[in-house]
């Protein structure tokens, strides 16, 4: 079904809540491709599917029809023990709400969730968090609890915690939107320079124009389907 210069292809894809009479048709046929190294932007009103996508895309939560592949592989046929290894592998999550352990340093934070999928070494782990936050703009903020940084700084510890397993797609639902506009823009600057240097392929989900003109391509959902997607600009 893909090509090989695409990570995620998705056909036919449909979300539905409830059951019989409440039966809520959240996404609709979505088909949709992101190639390998891309930037892409989700856009939609609230409501439209946007954190449902994400979800499916992320393998939390199981379309009700659809095909989903992802790096080759197919995602409706592998073992729910072999989901969990593929998604710690291979993807990141980024959340609008940081999702930090406010008691934990930046670098514990970005450190533990990888160490505790992955079995990391800890000396490794502790290495790799610490790059990763000086790679962050944090060098000065590693041993800060999370608690005594800005929202801003949170959500580039959150980033980093994203990277820890060198995942090839990372997914973020709207991870600006509760940040004024300069962290905005910085956090959206640095998406930009990971995703230039290491080819990682980004999809955000996004309200806010200026983050959206920021990505190489933009995806517009409305109603639980794609209804344009720009090809990325020359
Ligand atoms: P967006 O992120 O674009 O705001 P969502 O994907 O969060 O949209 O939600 C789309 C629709 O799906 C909404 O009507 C929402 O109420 C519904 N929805 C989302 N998650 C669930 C769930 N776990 N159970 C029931 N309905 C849900
Ligand atoms: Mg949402």
Redesign the pocket.
Same mark, same amino acid.
């Given at each position: 079904m893909s090509a090989p210069e695409d990570i995620v292809v998705i056909e036919g894809m449909t979300k539905n809540? %409830?059951s019989g009479d409440a039966t809520?048709k959240?996404l609709k046929g979505i088909d949709l491709s992101l190639a390998k190294g891309s930037l892409a932007a989700l856009q %939609?009103r +609230? %409501? /439209? %599917?946007? /954190?449902?996508l994400l979800s499916i895309l992320g393998t939390l939560m199981k379309p009700t029809a659809g095909q989903h592949e992802m790096l080759g592989q197919d995602l409706g046929r592998i073992s729910e023990r072999d989901l969990t290894e593929f998604r710690n592998r291979h993807i990141g999550f980024v959340f609008q709400f940081h999702h930090l352990f406010p008691d934990l340093t930046a670098l514990e934070n970005v450190m533990f969730p990888s160490a505790m999928h992955m079995g990391r070494e800890t000396r490794a782990a502790r290495r790799r968090a610490a790059d990763l936050l000086v790679r962050v703009g944090l060098e000065d903020r590693i041993g800060f609890r999370a608690t005594a940084l800005s929202g801003g700084q949170k959500q580039r510890v959150a980033i980093a915690r994203a990277l820890m397993n060198t995942p090839e797609l990372v997914l973020a639902d709207e991870p600006t939107g509760n940040l004024d506009r300069e962290s905005a823009d910085q956090v959206m600057d640095l998406v930009r320079e990971i995703n230039a240097e290491d080819h990682t392929t980004f999809l955000i +989900?996004t309200h806010d124009e200026k983050i959206a003109d920021g990505c190489r391509r933009q995806i517009h959902l409305d109603d639980g389907q794609i209804v344009a997607s720009a090809p990325p600009a020359k």
């Open positions: 809540f %409830g809520q959240v %939609g +609230s %409501g /439209s %599917g946007k /954190s449902t +989900s």
